[in-house]
């Protein structure tokens, strides 16, 4: 029945448009993505042709997410009632089956059949487990039925509600809604329904809409919104000018003195943050930020201000001051800067000579809820012991760490001091090859080429995962080199550490690790750690591919070596990625921490901060990166750098 259905709309397509055939997607080497192709040119009839063709090709284990998307190109069509009803038999226990049943009920709010519509919007919300998405699809649905009921008021209860709390969804249609019960209805949003809705805009980064929407006298915690999004979109002197007036107190009054002075507080403290990039004095700004704790007691933030202003003094080697303010930190019992503070004071009493107080203070760390913090507790105080020349308890110390912690960047820096191993060679894993989901991994291998469909194509496998497959799944996922999902998927599962720090592209890397004197090791870690074995990889600030380029940089290696690569190019991403670390080996001495902080936050700071700190010891140097960022960035590098150069 199904395919009677199709082939009658794709003839009445046809027949409408009989230069459908006549696109650029024929040129197309796959059916998944002409199939896309043709979906984004409204060419449905050769859209189906292709997943048809898709279908006839791949095993049934996948045959539930080509009829999904067949019924997703046909939902519109009054026949589709019949495609969906079959899709319900045929794949009773698709994980798809909850996306047909919101397809369902649109097109049960299409018919205009509200009752049968609220029915299956009851049984959905039952049945399923649902998405935030799924709720929000669910809300937006009972809106428009009570629209068309004339229930007006409830209707703009649900609408308004989508477009205060959840800015991003439907924007254009819930912006749009709300405009229109005004024009319509005389139905306003409340003051506090404004602010709260130009809040949740600034917050998702939807700044365009924020200033179509800003109203100047509504909040002068929206009007600091506003000076962010000027100085974000480099007009940083009418921010900054905004910015200064508020924290004169030169803005309409919100009847609240706490929230006034909230203003002035978070006015004073965005300066202080836009001054931070580039002030050569962390130690004036450190103590503005310590005006703000004292005349600003009850500010929202002002254990997050305490923090910065401790690390500030900190980075300015002016330790004594950032004692004080870790000790009030730790006064204020904030569970978010606990384990930081304790830290802060440990390190500084440490760089301060003074360890017997450092040990104090790492002790409490070691009885911390979090690894990180407990591994960190354990390595420096095995670092006081060297200090005070107790190489014994230092040895009994950096020993225990590696053997309760095999993978990470303070057992690695344990083990260097011990000059020890942590992890044993052993014998290559070998996994049995299967085929048990080879159409799933076929499917994926079809989207590389189209980023936002494999990801759906990603989570669809995902959904198929559980504790009884998950081992197959990695395996074959691993054996046909999508190491990405892989890794992803091997942290929700107890599995093999060969899944989560893999030796991708293995012949590209050996090769030009060779060409350039690289460590072979040290080029996986960073390509794990910058885009989890990624090609498509790019980040928000724009660097793309395997090792995160940005496009100047990757520009300025071209021209060196005479050659246009293409960064999602994994050979090409390679070759510059590699011979970039070469540069940076020669510029900072073969010093990998240097070489990595340079990597990431750019070699100009590197050498403003061996400069700084040119008499500390490696570690000392990377706990002094100022750079929140880097420093984290440079400790997983090196945790992976060190796995892998185990595992040889």
Same mark, same amino acid.
């Given at each position: 029945?199904?395919?009677?259905?199709?082939?009658?709309?794709?003839?009445?397509? #046809?027949?409408?448009?009989?230069?459908?055939?006549?696109?650029?997607?024929?040129?197309?080497?796959?059916?998944?993505?002409?199939?896309?192709?043709?979906?984004?040119?409204?060419?449905?009839?050769?859209?189906?042709?292709?997943?048809?063709?898709?279908?006839?090709? @791949?095993?049934?284990?996948?045959?539930?997410?080509?009829?999904?998307?067949?019924?997703?190109?046909?939902?519109?069509?009054?026949?589709?009632?019949?495609?969906?009803?079959?899709?319900?038999?045929?794949?009773?226990?698709?994980?798809?089956?909850?996306?047909?049943?919101?397809?369902? +009920?649109?097109?049960?709010?299409?018919?205009?059949?509200?009752?049968?519509?609220?029915?299956?919007?009851?049984?959905?919300?039952?049945?399923?487990?649902?998405?935030?998405?799924?709720?929000?699809?669910?809300? %937006?649905?009972? +809106?428009?039925?009570?629209?068309?009921?004339?229930?007006?008021?409830? +209707?703009?209860?649900?609408?308004?509600?989508?477009?205060?709390?959840?800015?991003?969804?439907?924007?254009?249609?819930? @912006?749009?809604?709300?405009?229109?019960?005004?024009?319509?209805?005389?139905?306003?949003?409340?003051?506090?329904?404004?602010?709260?809705?130009?809040?949740?805009?600034?917050?998702?980064?939807?700044?365009?809409?924020?200033?179509?929407?800003?109203?100047?006298?509504?909040?002068?915690?929206?009007?600091?919104?506003?000076?962010?999004?000027?100085?974000?979109?480099?007009?940083?002197?009418?921010?900054?000018?905004?910015?200064?007036?508020?924290?004169?107190?030169?803005?309409?009054?919100?009847?609240?003195?706490?929230?006034?002075?909230?203003?002035?507080?978070?006015?004073?403290?965005?300066?202080?943050?836009?001054?931070?990039?580039?002030?050569?004095?962390?130690?004036?700004?450190? @103590?503005?930020?310590?005006?703000?704790?004292?005349?600003?007691?009850?500010?929202?933030?002002?254990?997050?201000?305490?923090?910065?202003?401790?690390?500030?003094?900190?980075?300015? $080697?002016?330790?004594?001051? =950032?004692?004080?303010?870790?000790?009030?930190?730790?006064? @204020?019992?904030?569970?978010?800067?606990?384990?930081?503070?304790?830290?802060?004071?440990?390190?500084?009493?440490?760089? #301060?000579?003074?360890?017997?107080?450092?040990?104090?203070?790492?002790?409490?760390?070691?009885?911390?809820?979090?690894?990180?913090?407990?591994?960190?507790?354990?390595?420096?105080?095995?670092?006081?012991?060297?200090?005070?020349?107790?190489?014994?308890?230092?040895?009994?110390?950096?020993? $225990?760490?590696?053997?309760?912690?095999?993978?990470?960047?303070?057992?690695?820096?344990?083990?260097?001091? #011990?000059?020890?191993?942590?992890?044993?060679?052993?014998? =290559?894993?070998?996994?049995?090859?299967?085929?048990?989901?080879?159409?799933?991994?076929?499917?994926?291998?079809?989207?590389?080429?189209?980023?936002?469909?494999?990801?759906?194509?990603?989570?669809?496998?995902?959904?198929?995962?559980? #504790?009884?497959?998950?081992?197959?799944?990695?395996?074959?996922?691993?054996?046909?080199?999508? %190491?990405?999902?892989?890794?992803?998927?091997?942290?929700? %599962?107890?599995?093999?550490?060969?899944?989560?720090?893999?030796?991708?592209?293995?012949?590209?890397?050996?090769?030009?690790?060779?060409?350039?004197?690289?460590?072979?090791?040290?080029? %996986?870690?960073?390509?794990?750690?910058?885009?989890?074995?990624?090609? $498509?990889?790019?980040?928000?600030?724009?660097?793309?591919?395997? &090792?995160?380029?940005?496009?100047?940089? +990757?520009?300025?290696?071209?021209?060196?070596?005479?050659?246009?690569?293409?960064?999602?190019?994994?050979?090409?991403?390679?070759?510059?990625?590699?011979?970039?670390? &070469?540069?940076?080996?020669?510029?900072?001495?073969?010093?990998?921490?240097?070489?990595?902080?340079?990597?990431?936050?750019?070699?100009?700071?590197?050498?403003?901060?061996?400069?700084?700190?040119?008499?500390?010891?490696?570690?000392?140097?990377?706990?002094?990166?100022?750079?929140?960022?880097?420093?984290?960035?440079?400790?997983?590098?090196?945790?992976?750098?060190?796995?892998?150069?185990?595992?040889?």
């Amino acid at each position: 029945m199904i395919k009677i259905v199709i082939f009658i709309l794709c003839f009445i397509l #046809l027949s409408l448009n009989p230069s459908f055939g006549n696109t650029s997607c024929k040129k197309s080497y796959n059916y998944l993505i002409a199939y896309e192709c043709y979906k984004k040119l409204k060419n449905n009839y050769l859209a189906l042709e292709n997943l048809e063709d898709l279908k006839k090709t @791949t095993g049934v284990e996948v045959h539930d997410f080509i009829e999904y998307k067949k019924i997703l190109l046909l939902k519109d069509y009054d026949d589709i009632d019949k495609n969906i009803e079959e899709f319900k038999i045929n794949y009773s226990n698709s994980k798809l089956i909850k996306k047909i049943q919101l397809i369902k +009920a649109e097109n049960l709010f299409n018919q205009k059949k509200g009752k049968e519509l609220i029915q299956i919007l009851k049984n959905i919300e039952k049945q399923y487990k649902l998405s935030l998405n799924d709720k929000l699809r669910i809300k %937006y649905l009972k +809106a428009l039925n009570l629209y068309r009921d004339k229930e007006y008021k409830s +209707a703009f209860k649900l609408i308004k509600n989508i477009g205060v709390r959840n800015t991003t969804f439907k924007s254009k249609e819930i @912006t749009s809604a709300i405009s229109n019960y005004k024009i319509k209805h005389n139905f306003v949003l409340s003051k506090n329904e404004k602010i709260k809705r130009l809040g949740n805009l600034y917050k998702n980064g939807q700044y365009s809409l924020f200033m179509n929407e800003f109203e100047d006298k509504l909040s002068p915690k929206i009007l600091i919104n506003k000076a962010l999004i000027k100085i974000k979109s480099n007009e940083s002197n009418i921010g900054l000018k905004i910015l200064r007036k508020i924290s004169q107190g030169e803005f309409t009054r919100t009847g609240s003195q706490s929230q006034d002075l909230e203003a002035i507080a978070e006015s004073k403290y965005r300066i202080i943050l836009f001054n931070l990039k580039t002030t050569k004095d962390n130690s004036l700004l450190a @103590t503005e930020l310590n005006s703000i704790l004292v005349n600003y007691p009850n500010y929202t933030r002002t254990n997050e201000v305490g923090y910065l202003s401790a690390r500030l003094f900190t980075i300015d $080697k002016n330790y004594k001051e =950032a004692i004080k303010v870790y000790n009030w930190l730790i006064k @204020t019992k904030s569970k978010d800067y606990i384990d930081k503070s304790f830290y802060g004071l440990g390190f500084s009493e440490y760089m #301060l000579g003074n360890y017997k107080n450092a040990i104090g203070y790492f002790a409490s760390l070691k009885e911390s809820n979090q690894s990180y913090y407990k591994q960190l507790g354990s390595y420096w105080t095995g670092k006081c012991f060297i200090k005070l020349g107790d190489k014994n308890l230092a040895s009994t110390e950096f020993n $225990k760490l590696i053997k309760e912690n095999k993978i990470g960047f303070y057992p690695f820096m344990a083990s260097k001091i #011990l000059k020890i191993k942590t992890i044993k060679n052993s014998p =290559a894993t070998k996994f049995k090859k299967t085929k048990l989901h080879q159409s799933d991994i076929n499917l994926l291998s079809l989207s590389k080429e189209n980023i936002k469909l494999r990801r759906e194509i990603e989570t669809y496998i995902r959904n198929k995962i559980n #504790l009884s497959n998950y081992k197959s799944y990695l395996t074959e996922l691993y054996n046909a080199d999508e %190491y990405n999902l892989a890794i992803k998927i091997s942290y929700s %599962y107890k599995s093999n550490n060969k899944f989560k720090f893999p030796k991708g592209y293995k012949n590209l890397v050996d090769k030009y690790s060779k060409k350039y004197g690289v460590d072979s090791n040290l080029v %996986y870690a960073l390509i794990r750690e910058e885009s989890l074995f990624d090609p $498509k990889a790019k980040s928000w600030v724009g660097a793309k591919g395997l &090792m995160q380029l940005m496009d100047y940089t +990757a520009n300025m290696l071209d021209k060196e070596l005479k050659i246009k690569s293409s960064l999602f190019n994994p050979e090409d991403n390679i070759n510059l990625g590699t011979y970039y670390i &070469m540069k940076l080996m020669k510029r900072f001495d073969n010093n990998i921490p240097n070489v990595l902080a340079a990597y990431n936050g750019g070699p100009k700071n590197v050498e403003l901060w061996r400069e700084r700190f040119n008499s500390l010891e490696d570690d000392e140097f990377i706990e002094s990166i100022p750079f929140k960022e880097t420093n984290g960035y440079v400790k997983r590098v090196l945790r992976s750098y060190h796995y892998y150069k185990s595992r040889n």
